[in-house]
């Protein structure tokens, strides 16, 4: 038993039935010490003034009637790293390889779609981060070099070179159509509220954008000063734009539930320094909701699905459901990208694996087998 707060007790067997019914639930199998689970437990029954943990249970099971009691406890106890360019191979296997050919095989529709799902997206950084790769790969995007495979931005003559060039795809850079021909949206779902609150700002503390060029941070993002709120280039942002509230969101489910760490909460626009706030040109292309995972709504199918980190936190039985789930996401000829530490353990599915530039991802061939295609 652990002994935490004044007249609470919180029983071995009470933590082990909390395990049980968040994998129930959500499919995450929390993997932390039984003392920090318990920890945690105690500051959430302090927080919400219950009286027990076996209260904390009733409420967990009651999620028909409050069904964000589940991602409200999950908040703080879900410890998982999130950043900009965290994954920077697979950004440059979607800049470089993977938008040619979609736009190859799309071409002679004219005005070209693209629409991409950062299932578990975190505070928003890998949604972003897709946004960015975008831009700089389309022309007319108006943003400055992604972050190559080593960390590094570099220009695209550069890259290319370092690449093979885009030429390798079937189609250079410069053939692609502008941007204004591209109809762009990027989803990005989370199961906190929390975390896809902070999204839904695009307000970070400068020390979460300091693996970027500077010139994309000159590109993307405002800076906020406590003092001015001058972006560097004379621009002012007062508060009054930063706000998107979490109410807007439209779907009441909730994704894996990564957490960050690196210094961005939901007060994100609090405390002194300066902060970084996402243009609205890069903003307008992304869309954020909260979502559970192994609970989904139906969004559409998707041409890129990013499910980066999220496999290793659920179930042998969830991860396989999921895959497929995501499988009939796809479109046909659409690309499934995982970091590259997770595999895939549902070998039934039709993927077909592809490498650029030492990452590897997954196609869904464009004639796919009639159990999981169309």
Known sequence: MHRLMAGVTILEHELSELRLLVERQTGIMLDCPNSALAAHVADYLESQELESAASLLCRLRALDQDPFALPAFLDGVLNVNTGFFRHPGAMNALARQVIPQIYARKSDDGFCTLRIWSAGCGTGEE????????CEAIPGGNASPTVNGN????????NAVRNGGITDAGLAASALPSMKDWSIHIVGTDLLSSSIAVAERGLYPQSALAGLPPTAIRACFSKIGSASGSDGNGSQEGPQNIGRSASAIGFANGANGRHATNGTNATNGSGSGAHLLVKPRLRSLVTFNTMNLTKPVYIGRFDCIFCMD??????????TALLERLHLYLEPGGYLFLSQTEKLCAPNLNFRSETFDGYTFHRKP????AAYGR
């Open 127 to 134: 949604a972003y981060s897709i946004a960015m790769a975008l």
């Open 151 to 158: 960390g590094k931005g570099e220009g695209k003559e550069k």
């Open 310 to 319: 999220v496999l290793p936190h659920l179930s042998r039985v969830q991860r």
């Open 366 to 369: 464009l004639a796919a087998s």
